[in-house]
């Protein structure tokens, strides 16, 4: 009963046996092969427009480049203040631009409210030289509380953060479950809305370690390339990356894979409502489910060797406990009911 991450997963048998098809013969490196190519005309199919594309094998590496190329040494990037740029990533994306700043914003289930960035971006016109220059704004959809973005409301923010001169970049490490539920494509989720850059995430969907930052805005990607070798990202053996990306694409395996994890997490909170004294917290359009349940719930699940995160601080004593639950693509059905019987006790 693994929910504690859709990174517990392995991955897909179809990503592996790209892989092992991959590793036949010789290629050119630092993605200069026929597979990185390959994806590059992929990635501009499918975003249905022309578009730089940069693999890299974690998250933290596309958010960190994409951050640096939006964000100078004095520069500011708004982020919701629990996204996970600001929470989870140690620095790295302040570290990547050499000073630029990632400021907290406010709003509900993780997603930056309008009139907050509107505030923010009025207020900083006030300090000139002396405070960061506003830069950047980033989204995350799926968010870390499992919000999620409709391309109106992307478009809605991604307009006050362009008339405020900055650039949108949207972490995107759930945004096949994100697509899977908007049932929209992948261009209007994105670019469309106003993203300028893009982290595309495929290892909490069925990868190995296998992530791009897709770059729409042509000035963004003049120099990313060499941010990306500066930074330690460019892989010798990149056409690896480009494999399983190319594989997880090949005939919507990508949507289907986030559709299944989608339906689990459903089928979860579905069950989860039905328990006395349990609050599913929002909506659950995504993988990711949040729920406030007894102490004694909790307790029960943890002996019958279910997985999740305990997602906020309560005290030892208190009867209820609040806790995160993500459905992976390989998650079972049976794996769903055995959960809600060992939590039904």
């Known amino acids: ?91 790295a994306p302040e570290a990547f631009a050499g000073g630029g700043r990632l400021a907290p914003l406010p709003g509900p289930q993780g997603k930056i409210d309008p009139e907050a960035l509107a505030r923010a971006l009025l207020a900083a016109q006030s300090h000139g030289v002396h405070q960061n220059r506003p830069a950047g704004l980033t989204l995350s959809n799926l968010t870390e509380w ?78 990313m390339a060499y941010r990306r070798k500066r930074a330690g990202h460019l892989l010798s053996k990149q056409r690896f990356v480009s494999a399983q990306m190319l594989a997880w694409l090949e005939g919507g395996l990508w949507l289907r894979l986030a559709a299944r994890a989608n ?14 004294e349990t609050q599913v917290l929002g909506e659950v359009r995504g993988n990711m489910i949040f729920v406030t349940l007894p102490r004694a719930t909790h307790e029960r699940l943890q002996a019958a060797g279910a997985r999740y995160y305990l997602w906020a601080e309560e005290a030892p004593d208190s009867p209820e406990v609040t806790i995160r639950l993500v459905a992976s693509f390989a998650a079972q059905e049976a794996e769903v009911a055995a959960f809600l019987a060992a939590a039904r006790g």
């Open 146 to 223: 499992g919000g999620l973005w409709r391309p109106g409301e992307i478009a809605e923010v991604a307009r006050i953060a362009h008339e405020g001169g900055l650039k949108v970049h949207l972490d995107g490490a759930r945004f096949a479950n994100a697509l899977a539920a908007l049932n929209v494509s992948p261009a209007e989720a994105s670019w469309r809305a106003g993203v300028d850059l893009l982290s595309f995430g495929a290892t909490k969907n069925g990868c190995l370690a296998a992530e791009a930052l897709v770059v729409f805005d042509p000035a963004l990607a003049e120099n």
């Open 1 to 91: 009963m693994f929910f504690k991450s859709d990174n517990t997963a392995g991955a897909a048998p179809e990503i592996l046996a790209a892989l092992a098809e991959a590793n036949q013969g010789h290629d050119l490196s630092y993605g200069e092969d026929a597979l990185t190519a390959r994806l590059e005309a992929r990635l501009a199919e499918i975003f249905e427009r022309p578009c730089a594309v940069f693999p890299v094998v974690t998250g933290t590496a596309a958010n960190s480049l994409a951050f640096s190329a939006m964000t100078p040494p004095w520069g500011l990037t708004y982020a919701h203040e629990t996204a996970h740029v600001i929470m989870d990533e140690c620095g």
């Open 263 to 276: 339906a689990m997490a459903a089928l979860l909170a579905e069950g989860l409502r039905a328990l006395p």
